[in-house]
Every structure is written in structure tokens, then in C-alpha cells.
């Protein structure tokens, strides 16, 4: 393993597209300041680091590991687009199979396969998740810092916090177009997101019985938005499954990052009978 800082996409199989993260697989060298420091140098809006497992974690010999996300200004319990990049960039070493990752938000196993001709895609299983209310003022200050007006939201999609490792605010879009134009007051958003403990704002339009197109802003990470996010995914999953949006076993698509010219699919799939959400996609190397 190596303290390089690779560059991987995630939900993409072209380096153009999805979302880039930062993968340091052995940063036992690191202190918080120094990945920090990497992290905010690099400007995507994670880098994952790799370090070694703590005592009891199951898992095959040498498929175990610590996982810590950082963005640009401060640690997140959790990333799935990061996680994906980082199985994805270990598998090119190890081989593709089971790992299993201690993070910040608990423990989450990951699932990467050879599709074929060398291409992997990787699965996570997020943590048990939940959702809770929001409350109407603090609604009322979210669209406030988006500029949209309340009948800019689909009412087939109650606002909720949704959580599967980090905390996530679930707005329904109307219309694709109103989806399409995200201009918003970046301190004002970042300021209640920060009071309430939010890693993104999901921003989510129903295309069909299973598709979905989604935004993320993410000014707590110090970026206006992230271009496919593997964490609000399976939020997003969870929360579709609990309000009854969507069957209880269920594979959806999400489609994020068109309107930032980094198309990315990040597939969600619910299973009966089993709370975790599962979320995957393809991943590989940013060249350079």
C-alpha cells in the first residue's frame, strides 16, 4: 500500500464523470490536521483514508480496514462515493471480493466485482437507517436559501431527514427544470445545515416508477455541490422505502451530476425484510 494520494471517480466508468475523491490507502503516517490538509489541497469533496482495522472487526485477513472521510474544511462520518472509489482502488491490488470497512458511522461491508474487461463496480451496504421530521421553520429557511418557493415541491414528497451514515435533507422537485436551476445563498444554506447536522441537501425529481434525478449541495464541505453521492443515496433509499414511494424490495436509479457535465448512476437496491440499503456503482482511476 502507499500514502500517494490516487484519484478515483466514483459512479462512472469514465474519469469525466461522477464524482472524484481523494484515496490515501495507507495514511497510518497522518494525523487529523495533516489529512485535513490533503484534503482541502486536493478541493474534491472527499478523500478517503486508509488505515488499519480495529481489534475484532470480521472480515477476511487483509480485507479490513479503518476508513475516514474528510472534505475540504472537516471530517464526515460517512461517504459513499469515497468508499467506492477507495474498494474500488484497493481491488485493483488485492483483487475484487468482500472488504470490510471500521468508518466513523459504523461498520459498512463493500462488494466489488470484475464486470468484465477489467472494469470493477463496487456495492456498499450502508447502516441501519432512519428518517425523522423537519421542522416547518427550518423548512421555511432551507427554501428560503435555495429561492424556492413552496409550490416549487412535489407534494408526493414529504420533506423528511433521512439518515444511512449521515444526516440528509430530502426535497422533492416538482418539475425537472425547477431541479435543473440550483442557484442558492451558500452561507445561508451552509448556516442551517450546520445547525442541523446535515452532510447535503437531497434535491430529488421522480422521472419514473424507479428513476430519479438528484442534486446535492454540499456547502458544509466547502463545495457548491457534489456530483453523485453514494451517502444521500441510501438515505434517499430508505426514506422512499419508509413513506411507501417505492416497493419494499426495490432496485432504483439515480442520476446525478448531469447538470454539472459529470454524469453519474448510482443504483439502489432495498431488500425485504432487511433495513440496510445497498448502493452501487462503477469505479476507476483519474489519469494524471
Not at 125 to 151: G, K, N, Q, R, Y
Amino acid at each position: 500500500m502507499t500514502n500517494e494520494v490516487l484519484r478515483y471517480t466514483a459512479f462512472s466508468d469514465d474519469p469525466a464523470g461522477g464524482n472524484p475523491a481523494g484515496v490515501v490507502l495507507d495514511a497510518s503516517a497522518l494525523d487529523d490536521a495533516a489529512m485535513l490538509r490533503i484534503a482541502a489541497e486536493l478541493g474534491y469533496s472527499e478523500t478517503a483514508f486508509l488505515t488499519a482495522p480495529p481489534a475484532g472487526l470480521d472480515g477476511a485477513p487483509g480485507r479490513t480496514f479503518t476508513l475516514r472521510f474528510f472534505s475540504p474544511k472537516a471530517e464526515v462520518p460517512f461517504c459513499g462515493h469515497a468508499t467506492v472509489a477507495a474498494s474500488v482502488a484497493l481491488a485493483e491490488r488485492i483483487g475484487p471480493g468482500e472488504l470490510v470497512f471500521a468508518t466513523p458511522a459504523g461498520t459498512v461491508p463493500v462488494s466489488v466485482a470484475d464486470t468484465g474487461g477489467g472494469s470493477l463496480r463496487a456495492v456498499l451496504t450502508s447502516v441501519e437507517p432512519h428518517t425523522e421530521e423537519i421542522a416547518d421553520a427550518d423548512l421555511a429557511e432551507a427554501l428560503a436559501a435555495l429561492a424556492w418557493p413552496a409550490s416549487d415541491l412535489d407534494p408526493a414528497f414529504p420533506p423528511r431527514i433521512a439518515f444511512a451514515g449521515a444526516r440528509h435533507l430530502v426535497l422533492g422537485a416538482a418539475t425537472r427544470a425547477r431541479l435543473a436551476d440550483l442557484d442558492y445563498d451558500f452561507a445561508r444554506l451552509e448556516a442551517l445545515m450546520r445547525r442541523l447536522d446535515l452532510t447535503t441537501v437531497q434535491l430529488v425529481h421522480r422521472a419514473g416508477p424507479d428513476t430519479f434525478h438528484v442534486r446535492d449541495p454540499f456547502p458544509v464541505g466547502g463545495v457548491v455541490e457534489d456530483p453523485a453521492t453514494g451517502a444521500a443515496a441510501a438515505a434517499f433509499g430508505a426514506y422512499a422505502r419508509e413513506l411507501g414511494l417505492v416497493p419494499e424490495e426495490a432496485v432504483l436509479t439515480l442520476r446525478q451530476g448531469e447538470d454539472m457535465g459529470r454524469p453519474g448512476v448510482l443504483t439502489v437496491e432495498l431488500r425485504a425484510g432487511d433495513p440496510r440499503v445497498r448502493v452501487g456503482g462503477a469505479g476507476i482511476r483519474i489519469p494524471g
